[in-house]
């Protein structure tokens, strides 16, 4: 069986693949990654090592990259409370069922702390609702409960806006998926319009 040779643009994804995934996959790797979602027969390691040697090729992670990584580790290394596990973080992201179950993981446990942040709300809620069914027979009491409501919203706030920052759920746009959109495709995200 004779391989068809690469075009310029699935040796410009594993080269991509190589130079910027930030788990730095061996030329092995980044030709799988590649060619999986190219849907093309990746070359062999030597063909690849010669083609990286003659153009230079070098490792830039970026730094929206490396988050996401460190993101990935993090919801190995914790649970949805934030409690660290055993695990020590590493993955084997080459293995795209492992990928996949990865990233429902991280989904996962996301709506865990999503689920968990409405119950804690309402509970503040009950707080506030018991102080305005005794505030005309117990205006006292009434304002007791009320103070309590409002200490609970302000510390619960504090802690889950926290919490957001933590485990990355206010992220809306991904900034790295930004530098390879079009001007209009850019103008639609402005214009609050998908691109997809």
Not at 22 to 27: I, K, L, R, S, V
Not at 57 to 74: P, V, Y
Not at 94 to 107: C, G, I, N, T
Not at 111 to 131: F, G, I, P
Request: charged residues 30%; hydrophobic residues 35%.
């Amino acid at each position: 069986m004779t391989m068809s040779r690469l075009t310029q643009d699935q040796w410009k994804a594993i080269r991509t693949c190589w130079e910027y995934d930030p788990d730095e996959p061996t030329y092995n790797q980044a030709a799988g990654r590649a060619s999986e979602k190219f849907k093309f027969h990746a070359p062999g390691k030597t063909t690849i090592e010669s083609r990286a040697k003659k153009e230079g090729w070098e490792r830039r992670g970026s730094l929206n990259g490396i988050n996401a990584a460190a993101q990935r580790k993090a919801d190995a290394m914790t649970d949805s409370a934030g409690n660290r596990t055993a695990s020590d973080g590493k993955s084997d992201a080459s293995d795209p069922k492992l990928a996949h179950s990865s990233r429902e993981d991280a989904e996962n446990k996301r709506a865990e702390v999503t689920a968990r942040h409405r119950t804690e709300w309402a509970n503040v809620a009950v707080l506030r609702q018991e102080a305005l069914n005794i505030r005309n027979s117990n205006p006292d009491g009434a304002m007791v409960k009320i103070k309590l409501a409002k200490l609970t919203a302000e510390t619960t706030a504090i802690q889950q806006a926290g919490e957001r920052k933590a485990w990355g759920l206010d992220i809306l746009v991904d900034p790295g998926a930004l530098k390879d959109l079009s001007d209009a495709e850019l103008e639609a995200i402005i214009n609050g319009k998908s691109t997809t």
